[in-house]
């Protein structure tokens, strides 16, 4: 049974886990999901009661399948393109910019928007049948956003090789080319990434932030010169 709102919100302690629990559709993300992930985001980053946050999927085969093309929105389908690629963006950029320590639980497959969601987190605790992939090309589209990130997590050929592929990247094979920070066994993956989170939530809140705020810069950047590239293209009728 689909859970009435497949996004949750859980508090353990100083701890917020944020769950897509959509697992009976690979945890797709509609536009909806996307703006309510960003409200519990931005909710989170002025809650003085959380000290960090981790991000998952419900289950075990799916951290999320990406943006969801396939349900009926009722809208236009330029509209509803329009409209997820705006809520897309939006949950990147608030996600890139959260002050606060993010460890994403990546308890399967990563993809399309997914991927990108699990690897803007600080630190990314990867189960060992977990895998990320980009797929955007073999559905005739470019990622921008995942250009973006992937070249300022690992540089130039590690996006070019995951984009232009579009080749799925075990976990074991993305931790040795620095995208993702651990990997471990399926029933290890809650207490290594609440000893990620308890241990990064710990540090002093505001040199954490500022620290990281600077690390960002680069990539909230390259984030927004994305946006407006896709709008251009977009508006351009180059993609639709």
Known sequence: MAATNPIVLDRR??????????????????????????????????????????????????????VDFRTA????????????????????IALAGFPKPVVTRMNGVASGGGAMLALLAD????????????????????TMPGLAILTYLGGAAVASDLVQSARRMPAAEAQARGLIGEVVAQDALDAATERAALLLGSKPAQAFALNKRWLRRPLLESLHAAEAEHRRLRASGEIH
């Open 13 to 66: 302690g100083e701890v917020a886990w944020l769950i897509i629990d959509r697992a009976g559709k690979a945890n797709a993300l509609s536009a909806e999901m996307m703006q309510q992930m960003s409200a519990q985001v931005a909710a989170c980053g002025v809650d003085a009661a959380v000290k960090a946050l981790v991000v998952t999927g419900a289950g075990q085969r799916a951290f999320s399948g990406g």
């Open 73 to 92: 929105t009722g809208l236009p389908e330029a509209e509803a393109r329009r409209l997820r690629s705006e809520r897309l963006f939006e949950l990147l």
């Open 123 to 142: 630190w990314v605790v990867a189960s060992d049948a977990a895998a990320l992939a980009l797929p955007e090309i073999d559905l005739g589209g470019p």
